[in-house]
């Protein structure tokens, strides 16, 4: 398949290009390609995904979502204004048919790095305020991005699903041993969800693109600048879940030992600062979002992820379920005055 890809790149660009390195990832394969040309040196990422299954059917997904990486990192790339505190990644060829899609070589290095490096411990003031900036700057890249993808669809349609995904990720995790989610919880929250999604105001929640996946580790930092990755699970969704998501992977920060928990808040305070919305972690309908990434999360690491996991990362998990339980039922509870 290597072949294949260098083969229709060379179609695609006129000139012979060699594979510098390959990196397997959980569903993709990624090759970084090199050209020399009459104008440098030309450093490429051709990310090709992998497909859940060897019939045809289970291909064409994979090549839906190369398809859709390309067109959202072109949309991004020609209309994001690409400054001293935004990059842009330029998408050079889109291959469905080889589940393929080729991007220049981005610098710097991820988000996840900067936690590690400048978070750990009693970390500098100096060093908390360069993460708390990154985050600020993530929240503003977010939304910029939603008003570039604002969509005229109904919210309601979007609502609804989110409320199935939590009863399905429920129904599974009750039924895992290895989680012991307690029934008790497993009834609070559907009745939390109902509610907020009662008096929520559809006039109040947009529709836009959703990323899908805003992560640190599909975060670039190189110097100041904040380059953004990864827009192949990218879809129409309400413009509550991508700052949930992000919101809940700093939250996630908090169940490393390394991490101070002040640090963590600091970050999401910074990042909610930065997309406009400061306090948006008390509104019901944001909380429901969180809610479901809880749930996933738990719900992969005790399902599909379990088994390759070793004994101490095992400990480790049942341990942060012990703390995903405790705020679940901080969240539910957030409207119960009676309890």
């Known amino acids: 398949m290597t072949d294949e890809i260098l083969a229709a790149l060379k179609r695609e660009l006129g000139f012979d290009l060699r594979v510098v390195r390959e990196d397997r990832r959980r569903h993709s394969r990624i090759l970084r ?3 020399e040309t009459p104008g440098g040196t030309l450093r490429l990422i051709a990310k090709q995904v992998e497909p859940d299954g060897e019939d045809v059917d289970s291909h064409r997904p994979a090549a839906v979502r190369v398809a859709t990486e390309f067109n959202v990192l ?9 400054n ?12 469905p048919e080889l589940r393929t899609v080729v991007m220049e070589e981005a610098p710097g290095s991820s988000l996840n790095v900067a936690f590690r490096r400048f978070g750990r411990g009693w ?5 908390r305020e360069r993460l708390m900036d990154a985050c600020h700057r993530v929240g503003e890249w977010l939304a910029q991005f939603q008003d570039l993808t604002r969509s005229p669809d109904a919210v309601a349609p979007h609502l609804e699903r989110v409320r199935s995904e939590i009863l399905d990720l429920l129904s599974r995790l009750v039924a895992r041993a290895i989680v012991r989610f307690p029934e008790e919880l497993a009834v609070r929250i559907p009745r939390f969800v109902d509610r907020a999604l009662e008096h929520a105001e559809p006039g109040s929640i947009a529709v836009t693109g ?3 996946e805003i992560s640190p580790e599909n975060m670039l930092l190189d110097g100041t600048r904040l380059i953004i990755l990864d827009f192949g699970m990218y879809g129409p969704d309400t413009a509550l879940s991508d ?12 169940h490393n030992p390394i991490y101070r928990p002040s640090l963590t808040s600091r970050l999401q305070t910074s990042f909610l600062e930065g997309y406009g919305r400061a306090g948006l972690d008390r509104d019901a309908v944001f909380r429901v979002y969180l809610l479901k990434f809880k749930l996933s999360r738990m719900d992969a690491e005790s399902g599909r992820k379990w088994e390759s996991f070793d004994a ?4 480790f998990y049942r341990r ?3 703390l995903e339980k405790k705020d679940l039922d901080r969240v539910v509870a957030f409207d119960e005055p009676h309890r």
Do not use: D, Q
Not at 84 to 95: D, L
Not at 312 to 315: F, H, P, Q, S, Y
């Open 33 to 35: 390609v090199s050209a």
């Open 74 to 82: 072109r949309l991004v790339h020609e209309r994001f204004p690409s």
């Open 84 to 95: 001293g505190r935004f990059g842009t990644i330029r998408p050079v060829a889109s291959f």
């Open 123 to 127: 970390s500098a003031r100096r060093s």
């Open 210 to 212: 959703a990323t899908g």
């Open 243 to 254: 700052p949930a998501m992000f919101y809940y992977h700093l939250a996630r920060l908090g």
């Open 312 to 315: 101490a990362r095992k400990l």
């Open 320 to 322: 942060v379920w012990h």
